[in-house]
T-cell receptor
Framework: GNSVTQMEGPVTLSEEAFLTINCTYT??????LFWYVQYPGEGLQLLLK?????DKGSNKGFEATYRKETTSFHLEKGSVQVSDSAVYFC?????????????FGTGTRLLVSP | DAGVIQSPRHEVTEMGQEVTLRCKPI?????LFWYRQTMMRGLELLIY????????DSGMPEDRFSAKMPNASFSNLKIQPSEPRDSAVYFC?????????????FGPGTRLLVL
């Protein structure tokens, strides 16, 4: 079946450090890929997305590139802020459900200290 | 838009009681999803609806769980009888079918504690 694998957390960084959170996927067909973020006490919200190979999603300084050859969608940010502390979820939409059903990774907690 | 609305935000109940969680999706959205989040199992999809019709309920843990969507503006998830292992945060999400670029919009969740 389709699945998403994320790096274990927590990831602990100092403010202004470079961030990478790894995400790889296994899927039948060509899924769309997403990063969602969950702040404490809140629901998930979309951070960025990409629908085909070599697409780059970007938002709020975060970027991720859809790499079909390595089946990856790593999240990066050049300079993190304390306010970026949250849990980040990588997800794919299953082509065999008309791209409606999302499969989520286990989430990676990011802690940014001043 | 008010976003996805869930109620109650917190629920504490005793084992054996019936629990009802409610969701109002974003107006105009044609898909609705129920998820459960726990530390042990992460985020699990329980069931999803398209145009008020259940499409996939394979994630519903057992017969104690049921979900309905009587109209486009409302869905509920019931647990009867509830058990301590049902303690979790339950999220509702909705989306609009646009052929593959859909964003799911999540509600704030209902935090359920079964004693």
């Amino acid at each position: 079946g389709n699945s998403v694998t994320q790096m274990e957390g927590p990831v602990t960084l100092s403010e202004e450090a470079f961030l990478t959170i790894n995400c790889t996927y296994t899927a039948t067909g060509y899924p769309s890929l997403f990063w969602y973020v969950q702040y404490p006490g809140e629901g998930l919200q979309l951070l960025l997305k990409a629908t085909k190979a070599d697409d780059k999603g970007s938002n709020k300084g975060f970027e991720a590139t859809y790499r079909k050859e390595t089946t990856s969608f790593h999240l990066e940010k050049g300079s993190v802020q304390v306010s970026d502390s949250a849990v980040y979820f990588c997800a794919l939409s299953e082509p065999n459900t008309g791209f409606q059903k999302l499969v989520f990774g286990t989430g990676t907690r990011l802690l940014v200290s001043p | 838009d008010a976003g996805v609305i869930q109620s109650p935000r917190h629920e504490v109940t005793e084992m054996g009681q019936e629990v009802t969680l409610r969701c109002k999706p974003i107006s105009g959205h044609d898909y609705l999803f129920w998820y459960r989040q726990t530390m042990m199992r992460g985020l699990e999809l329980l069931i999803y609806f398209n145009n008020n019709v259940p499409i996939d309920d394979s994630g519903m843990p057992e017969d104690r769980f049921s979900a309905k969507m009587p109209n486009a503006s409302f869905s509920n998830l019931k647990i009867q009888p509830s058990e301590p292992r049902d303690s979790a945060v339950y999220f509702c999400a909705s989306s609009l079918n646009r052929g593959g670029m859909e964003t799911q919009y999540f509600g704030p969740g209902t935090r359920l504690l079964v004693l």
